[in-house]
């Protein structure tokens, strides 16, 4: 029998990341307001709601990526295996390869599809020739890209169908060995067999990987995310048990919003 | 209330609760019918409440039908999934109702061919309870009302001791004398039946509960054992 209310977990998940007291401003405009939530490790947590909530802003923050907005101010903390992103002394190069990003539109450089996955790899250092073919492997078999291209290495990326070149960027960030993914919207420009995809490809890698990911299709939130965390107009109205938060929420704005009686 | 940006959506989650009324108020009908058929003696609305069963049976698959297309086409959730959820398992028992109407008729049809028994008073009150219940249990559903559909559950108590009282009641009218067995054994049936209909009510107040909480207040003593 299912329970709706949320039971305790028996040992709360360890929190790979948590935002304290998270606000971002562009230039005068505040973007999110003193947001506070865990990434519970080796889950995944999906962020909803409309646009402009902040859900992005949010995701963006994780790895600084907000740092390349003109007038982009942070306060607050983002706490990541204890120490804090936010803090000027962090080297981001550093921490977007611990933190790893997948966007919207799949972005493979205009190179092979063997390339795309060793750039990364090739900025760090140059590792031996096995040795980057051995993670080359890996990454795209993470990315259960590679039965379809391990016959076709050396071909361009840009041959690559949408959804193969959704998941080459993904192997691309799994290749730097990340210990977070966060996906922006990773399916929203796919078909729903490429989606499908997608969506198995992150059950999986949860075993490995802390996820978070920014969805506008609640259904996808539903079936991929452990955690979901509902944001409006800047704020983290709700957080919770996925299953709880589709069946049962708390809040009136978050059952407004996953019945679909927004706006 | 907040209505949903897609009126069609709105548009069928009206109409469900609008089709769900109206197999329940049928249903109640059946039942105060059934049990008139009986105390009026009146074979006439017998036979109506056996032909009006198939109404409530067409509702049920109408029903059914349209909380299918609702989880197809729209994808509920929170409070609509719950909606959905609970009008699939309450038609069940409203259709369950009806027959047990239609039993009930059909004893008193046969019944009504004898001379009537010395009147067993608690069968008019265990009738008229188990009707409450219904109407009681209906009314929780219109109006959302969680602590009307706890009042419902609590009120099972009344039913049990009445039907208890009646049976006993009867099995003294069969012991004075044999030739009451037969029709004594007919109001057996139909104190059985009004007992059943008042689980049936139970059920439906249970998921009422569900709908409005999002807690499933079923089975309290079976908590805490986890399905393998």
Known sequence: MMQLTPAPLPNPPKLKVEAKGLSVRYGDKVAI??????????????????SGCGKSTFLRSLNRMNDLILGASYEGEILFEGQNVLDRAVDVVDLRRRVGMVFQKSNPFPKTIYENVAYGLRLADVPPKAELDARVEKSLQQAALWDEVKDRLGESALALSGGQQQR???????????????????????????????????????????????????????RVSDVTAFFYMGELIEVGPTAHMFTNPREKRTEDYVTGKFG | MATHTDKAFEKDLHDL???????????????????????????????????????????????????????????????????????????????????????IAGRSLDLNQAPPLPSAPELSRLADAAQNQVKRALDAFVHADATAAEAVVQ????????????????????????????????????????????????NVAEMVIYMVKGTDVRHPRSRGKRPN
């Open chain 1, 33 to 50: 307001k003193s947001v506070s939530i865990g990434l519970p490790e080796r889950q995944v947590t999906a962020l909803i709601g409309p």
């Open chain 1, 168 to 222: 080459l960027c993904i192997a691309r960030a799994l290749a730097v060995e990340p210990e977070v993914v966060l996906m922006d919207e990773p399916a929203s420009a796919l078909d729903p067999i490429a989606t499908a995809k997608i969506e198995e490809l992150i059950h999986e890698l949860k075993a490995l990987y802390t996820i978070a990911i920014v969805t506008h299709n609640m259904q996808q939130a539903a």
């Open chain 2, 17 to 103: 609760r609008e089709q769900l009324l109206a197999m329940g108020s049928r249903v109640e009908k059946l039942i105060a019918d059934s049990v008139l058929s009986l105390s009026d003696r009146d074979s006439k609305l017998g036979e109506a409440v056996r032909k009006a069963d198939a109404e409530v049976n067409r509702q049920e698959i109408a029903i059914d039908e349209l909380c299918r297309r609702i989880l197809a086409l729209r994808q509920p959730a929170a409070s609509d999934l719950r909606l959905i959820t609970t009008a699939l398992k309450i038609v069940t028992d409203l259709e369950r109702i009806g027959d047990l109407a239609v039993n």
């Open chain 2, 155 to 202: 009120g099972d108590d009344l039913l049990d001791a009445l039907y208890h009282t009646l049976f006993n009641d009867l099995l003294g009218l069969m012991m004075e004398d044999s030739k009451n067995i037969r029709r004594a054994t007919s109001l057996m049936f139909i104190a059985k039946h009004l007992e059943r209909i008042g689980d049936h009510a139970i």
